[in-house]
């Protein structure tokens, strides 16, 4: 059974908080993923510090998540959270189950990365509602239009499958929370074709097909994050969540927060499942709640 929920309204302002080294991972460290042009050298150190405390503690709900691809019928609802204890060195845990909950990501999850940003409270700045509840839904547009041009670009190499997105929502520990999206973009092994060569021509034919295949992959994921940059920059973002399926060792999902306009916001951590309804009625069982969608 999943664990029980958090109280939302736990705290009335946001604690200072350093994550203990324990919760950060070198496998999250990328050149790509750090570096951005846009970054401004932040002044006040101390809003910097607030943001990274407030992303760090924060618990994410997502809404109709597709277990197996964008076209599954069947969805459901996870609710994550930051792990703080580390993993013994010979926990081989599965697909990164909590543990207090019995259940596993779903296998679009493991097999994709993710982004996870929004549109509200611009770097940190709190906004009234409605000007947030507008911009979630122009910013919504924007990742309809802007998926549809990135599947219509890679249309003709079938190397990775079209990304797509979900709903997704962040509950601070000071009972607020602020709408956003998850947008997946799924990896493919290349698949292998028999071939009718035999001998060293089809050895070497295979190391260029090799070649060929992951430096589309490369390109492919470099576009999708350079589109997920610039769109959080378009509205003012701070930064944003990159997740993917760590599977060297311990398999875990790692949540990188990647600055966008706010230097100095970058961190690693595991998440895990801290609530899960799969039937379709979340609010009802009282474990997720839904109205943050509302």
């Given at each position: 059974a999943a664990s029980k929920r958090r109280s939302l309204s736990c705290t009335n302002t946001v604690k200072a908080f350093t994550p203990p080294m324990s919760m950060y991972s070198s496998s999250c460290s990328s050149s790509q993923n750090k570096s951005n042009n846009n970054i401004s050298n932040a002044d006040d150190e101390s809003n910097t510090n607030k943001l990274k405390a407030q992303w760090s503690l924060g618990r994410d709900v997502w809404k109709n998540v597709p277990i197996l691809s964008a076209s599954s019928s069947s969805t459901v609802h996870i609710q994550t959270k930051v792990r703080l204890e580390p993993r013994p060195d010979n926990d081989t845990i599965s697909s990164s189950i909590s543990s207090s909950s019995s259940f596993s990501w779903p296998e679009i999850v493991q097999s994709s990365i993710?982004?996870?940003?929004?549109?509200?409270?611009?770097?940190?700045?709190?906004?009234?509602?409605?000007?947030?509840?507008?911009?979630?839904?122009?910013?919504?547009?924007?990742?309809?239009?802007?998926?549809?041009?990135?599947?219509?670009?890679?249309?003709?190499?079938?190397?990775?499958?079209?990304?797509?997105?979900?709903?997704?929502?962040?509950?601070?520990?000071?009972?607020?929370?602020?709408?956003?999206?998850?947008?997946?973009?799924?990896?493919?092994?290349?698949?292998?074709?028999?071939?009718?060569?035999?001998?060293?021509q089809e050895v070497l034919e295979e190391e260029e097909e090799d070649h060929d295949h992951d430096e589309k992959i490369r390109m492919q994921m470099k576009e999708a994050h350079d589109f997920i940059i610039q769109l959080a920059a378009k509205y003012n973002q701070g930064a944003v969540y990159r997740f993917?399926?760590?599977?060297?060792?311990?398999?875990?999902?790692?949540?990188?927060?990647?600055?966008?306009?706010?230097?100095?916001?970058d961190a690693c951590v595991e998440v895990e499942i801290d609530e899960y309804d799969d039937n379709g009625d979340a609010s009802a069982s009282g474990l997720i709640d839904l109205s943050l969608f509302e």
């Open positions: 993710l982004y996870g940003f929004g549109a509200y409270n611009p770097r940190g700045e709190v906004m009234p509602d409605e000007i947030n509840r507008e911009q979630h839904l122009l910013m919504q547009s924007d990742i309809v239009n802007g998926l549809q041009q990135l599947n219509t670009s890679t249309s003709q190499d079938t190397v990775l499958p079209p990304a797509f997105w979900w709903q997704g929502a962040s509950i601070w520990e000071d009972g607020s929370s602020e709408r956003g999206f998850i947008v997946a973009f799924p990896k493919q092994n290349k698949n292998m074709i028999p071939s009718s060569k035999s001998g060293s993917e399926m760590e599977v060297h060792g311990q398999q875990r999902l790692m949540r990188e927060t990647i600055p966008v306009l706010d230097a100095g916001t």
